[in-house]
């Protein structure tokens, strides 16, 4: 899955993504939108569960909610007719890692790619 992250001339963060990822992007743009802070809640919840910690997270967001288990994450829009995306636990985690560093790493009218 090759993602393309990065900052729109407003400064606002945006999501590039395959076809069949595109509420991936739609999910981080959406709901995770800036907050390096909310990225790190759902990776301490993704570590939780891929440790055994935890057996089930969810959350809602602004427009859809990500449910994670022991072996799938899926996210589920909340509106609309499109269905579900499920992605591994190590694909979620490792999206979620490179948004945050472009969160982090780019001025907000910066255009870093990742």
């Not at 799938?72 to 829009?77: D, E, H, K, S, T």
Request: glycine share 8%.
């Amino acid at each position: 899955m090759a993602n393309r992250f990065y900052r729109d001339a407003k400064g606002d963060p945006r999501a590039k993504t395959s076809r069949d990822h595109r509420l991936l992007g739609h999910f981080l743009e959406s709901d995770i939108q800036g907050s390096s802070g909310l990225c790190d809640n759902v990776l301490a919840a993704l570590d939780d569960i891929m440790a055994g910690r935890s057996k089930r997270w969810q959350m809602t967001g602004n427009s859809h909610t990500l449910a994670l288990s022991k072996r799938l994450a899926r996210i589920q829009p909340g509106f609309g007719s499109n269905p579900d995306l499920v992605l591994s636990l190590a694909e979620l985690r490792q999206a979620l890692l490179e948004w945050k560093a472009m969160l982090e790493n780019d001025s907000p009218h910066g255009r870093g790619v990742h």
